[in-house]
């Protein structure tokens, strides 16, 4: 399920791990991540109703607070362009 139709109002509260990864703005850095494309595995996908790329939250719940879970699709994706950008 994208983020852009199932919001949670606690999303973009500050946790530890929120802070370590994207500083005190993890609303721009999760915008910023969405809107780079291309879409990541896992982390982002197209949204057919909003029609725009959004993160996939269908695990936000697996953390202790949403923003966690923000962190670490932010970490995952920055991981995975590295693998990515290998030849």
Do not use: I, N, Q
Not at 32 to 39: A, F, H, Q, S
């Amino acid at each position: 399920m994208p983020r852009c139709c199932s919001p949670d109002p606690r999303d973009f509260e500050p946790s530890y791990a929120s802070v370590l990864v994207a500083g005190l703005d993890l609303r721009s850095a999760v915008e910023d991540m969405e809107g780079l494309g291309p879409l990541c595995p896992c982390v982002t996908a197209w949204c057919g109703k909003c029609r725009r790329v959004s993160t996939v939250v269908r695990h936000r719940t697996d953390f202790p607070v949403p923003s966690a879970f923000f962190a670490h699709a932010l970490a995952s994706r920055a991981a995975l362009e590295v693998v990515f950008a290998r030849k």
